[in-house]
């Protein structure tokens, strides 16, 4: 750590560092703590940014926390590991400059006296690997939330996965959120399907890892989207992708590809970034290539439902092994669904999906070849797919 060999550089850097308080204002505590008084001394009435990176109790003393918890008023952003219960005893007044704030490995008691003394200005929140109460009240106005693998403690006492019902409070609290990021599992929640979507206008950017979760949110403006899912049993609800279809309808370029239980995804070109990867797509009873398609369409249905997506389109069928029967109608679903017309919203005439679709890639062995020249003889009447179109 430089603050502790400082002193071994020459007199003129010393000098340089000596008098600028802002080298001095990060503290990070893991397992010694005799630099935190000269820090807060050379620091001097900067704004601080701590780090905790070890439980309170692990450390070899404590005579630094009555100094840190004298300097609340400069508090800038903290990071905790464990709950501070030391530190929290000892605050009396808010830290008023906080705006960042971040919490792992701990439950968080239902009389948090700590997140009552953060609220007033925070605007960044992440919990990691954090135990809440079913009672937890969310902080309100964030711009930035993360929440990774938080568990909920239930009114049973029982602790599983937080639930859907509890982040669609988070997201209520914050209709200004600029990033959100939801990491982990989210739990059952009997009238989950009945929460009604939180409209984020300001949302710029979101990543998730769980499907339970897109339906109870609207973005229509968001400029960076990851989704990546694993363990899909049943089709989500159509509503579930109205904020990844407002970005397909923007995106220059897009990759679809469609595998044995997997769907992805990915724009190549222009200024947005969208990703969405949806992997085991295993239906508890019934085909998954069916299961695939199923939200392909409603993809699909979302994202063309006033026009169609103006983007061109790469098409891949990657369903290498057939053995499994997994994925065995997969390819023939997905050709079958892009001959099939549908009803276009503004003219009421018949049209095709994806109508820039200009390159299919196939690697399935055993695709019928009946089937994949009645697809290119379709799409090529319609003079969605020209002659020269590379099919591979």
């Known amino acids: 750590m430089w603050v502790c060999i400082w002193r071994r550089v020459s007199r003129e850097w010393k000098d340089a560092i000596y008098d600028c308080p802002s080298l001095w204002s990060s503290i990070v505590i893991h397992s010694r703590t005799e630099h935190v008084k000269t820090q807060l001394e050379k620091s001097k009435g900067a704004p601080l940014n701590i780090r905790i990176l070890s ?5 070899p003393d404590q005579h630094w926390i009555q100094p840190l918890v004298d300097n609340v008023h400069r508090w800038k952003s903290v990071m905790f590991c464990g709950y501070p219960e030391d530190i929290v005893a000892r605050l009396e007044s808010p830290p008023s400059m906080l705006d960042t704030f971040v919490i792992e490995r701990t439950g968080i008691p239902d009389d948090c006296k ?4 953060v609220r007033p200005n925070l605007r960044k929140l ?3 690997l954090v135990t809440i109460s079913h009672s937890f009240d969310p902080p309100r106005g964030l711009e930035e939330l993360l929440l990774h693998c938080v568990a909920e403690l239930r009114e049973d006492r029982k602790i599983g996965a937080v639930s859907m019902n509890k982040v669609h409070q988070f997201l209520q609290r914050s209709p200004n959120l600029r990033i959100l990021q939801l990491e982990g599992p989210c739990g059952y929640s009997p009238d989950g399907h009945e929460l009604q979507p939180v409209a984020l206008p300001k949302l710029e950017k979101v990543s998730t890892i769980t499907s339970e979760t897109l339906h109870i949110f ?5 400029l960076d989207i990851s989704m990546g899912m694993k363990r899909i049993e049943e089709r989500p609800p159509l509503r579930s992708w109205a904020t990844f279809a407002c970005a397909l309808r923007r995106v220059e370029r897009l990759k679809i590809v469609v595998g044995d239980g997997s769907l992805d995804f990915v724009a ?3 200024p947005y970034e969208v990703e969405l990867a949806l992997c085991q797509i295993r239906p508890r009873s019934g085909d998954s290539g069916r299961l695939v398609c199923s939200i392909l369409q409603d993809i699909l249905d979302e994202a063309e439902k006033n026009e169609p997506i103006s983007a061109r389109v790469e098409l891949a069928l990657s369903i290498p092994n057939r053995e499994s029967g997994s994925g065995l109608d997969a390819g023939l679903e997905v050709l079958e669904l892009l001959q099939t017309p549908v009803s276009d919203a503004s003219s009421g005439q018949a049209r095709r999906r994806i109508p820039n679709l200009d390159t299919l890639s196939i690697s399935d ?3 019928p070849f009946d ?6 003889q379709t799409r090529s009447n319609d003079q969605h797919m020209g002659a020269t179109s590379p099919i591979t």
């Open 55 to 59: 439980f309170i109790t692990n450390l």
């Open 114 to 117: 700590l997140f009552n003394l």
């Open 126 to 128: 992440s919990l990691i």
């Open 218 to 222: 609207y973005a229509e403006n968001c």
């Open 268 to 270: 190549e070109a222009g």
């Open 365 to 367: 062995p055993g695709l």
């Open 371 to 376: 089937a994949l020249k009645r697809f290119v």
